[in-house]
């Protein structure tokens, strides 16, 4: 019970400094080295599931979704041909985004040799404008191993 004069405040996530947020939902990713990508794949993959938390978190409220794109494109892994060009369309935006990105993994993605010179053009546009960029891995796909075209 509250006493006469008191009144209750409740407390809103919008209500909550911004750095306070930020820690919250980095609480919400583990660490790197429990959601690699290349180590389990199908629906249960902890970098998966992770996504799924990751792509909800700009949507908990509108006076958080600068916070939540910052989680989420934090760490971007690429394992589709098709997600380059789609990154790219993404960063020449006028959103600003590429200052987010901090790490970009491709793992085991091929790409087809009449698309590498569109994804190789993409690829270089994604690294210049990820300013704040600090990991880069690429793990080649192990039956396209042999290819003669790089993507860099």
Known sequence: MFAEGIVARQLTLAALPAELV???????????????????????????????????????????????????????????MGQIP?????????????????????DSCPVWTRCSLVVQEDLQFILAQCTALRSFCHRPHPQFSFLQHSLC
Do not use: Q
């Open 86 to 106: 789609a990154l790219a369309r993404t960063l020449r935006s006028p959103t600003g985004l590429g200052c987010l990105i901090r790490s970009i993994r491709i």
């Open 22 to 80: 930020l820690n919250i939902f980095k609480a919400t990713v583990g660490p790197l080295h429990e959601r690699d990508s290349s180590i389990v794949h199908g629906r249960h993959n902890p970098w998966l599931c992770e996504l799924r938390t990751k792509l909800a978190l700009p949507l908990v409220c509108r006076a958080t979704l600068t916070t939540g794109m910052c989680v989420l494109y934090e760490d971007v892994v690429i394992r589709r």
